[in-house]
């Protein structure tokens, strides 16, 4: 006579296996979810240096919401277009050059001009360290924002959108979020209406040109590349012209 052995106890699956069930039921009600709690946090940035470097921090959660296995579809993946790259870019800088110029026409280059509080964020950062919010600056300009801004907006936000409508819509759609975030870094603290109606136009045009980079490359991180670029070359831009 043989003796069943009993069956294995099924283990439940943890709380990020069944957030990812969920995400996969419905991608863009998580992913909006995701960006308003995103934006808020960041818009409250305006108030306070702590909240500002925490939504950019927790930007990057956004790939946690989706399994590994997905990132690629998200956008998380080298591109090998590098042609398509090099083009997307020069793109980019031309937005960024001409909402760099346009703002000095219509606005100058003091306060009411968005681009001359970029340098402004990290004055200070550092106490008595110049040289340290310069490092920081450059870091965060190039490297770090570009990215978790990329993954989240170019990356998951604009799948999710991508995925319910069409490529066009994530397009004009993610740009439009960006650009409405970028209130918590420009506009509000101190209160300036011709900053934020500067601001808001200019990085949406800057969105529409990253959009079109991560449509034409398949890769948020082809698009962190290009922002990085750009970033810094607005950067040295407003340094150079103020």
């Known amino acids: 006579m043989t003796t ?12 990020l296996t069944r957030l990812h069930r969920r995400t996969e039921a419905d991608l863009l009600t998580t992913a909006v979810v995701l960006f308003a709690l995103l934006a808020a946090v960041r818009v409250a940035g305006a108030f306070s240096f702590v909240l ?26 080298r591109s090998d277009r590098t042609g398509a790259l090099v083009v997307c870019t020069v793109v980019v800088a031309l937005v960024y050059a001409e909402a760099f110029l346009a703002n000095r026409a219509v606005f100058g280059t003091a306060d009411d001009n968005w681009t001359s509080w970029v340098p402004r964020i990290f004055d200070g950062l550092v106490p008595g360290a110049p040289w340290a919010d310069a490092v920081a600056m ?36 993610t740009a439009a ?35 079109i980079c991560r449509a034409v490359t398949g890769s948020a991180l082809a698009c962190a590349a290009a922002q990085g670029v750009c970033n810094l070359l607005l950067l040295g831009a407003v340094l150079l012209w103020a």
């Open 4 to 15: 069943r052995r009993p069956a294995p106890p099924t283990r439940r699956p943890g709380p």
């Open 52 to 77: 500002m470097a925490l939504s950019v921090a927790l930007s990057a959660t956004a790939l946690l919401v989706v399994g590994r296995e997905r990132w690629p579809t998200m956008g998380v993946r």
């Open 138 to 173: 450059v870091l965060a300009m190039g490297v770090l924002v570009p990215l978790v801004e990329e993954v989240c907006y170019r990356g998951v936000l604009f799948r999710a959108v991508e995925e319910r409508w069409n490529t066009h819509v994530a397009i004009v759609t």
């Open 177 to 211: 979020g960006w650009a409405a975030v970028h209130l918590g870094d420009y506009g509000l603290n101190p209160l300036n209406v011709k900053v934020v109606c500067g601001v808001l136009p200019s990085v949406f045009f800057m969105g529409l040109a990253l959009g």
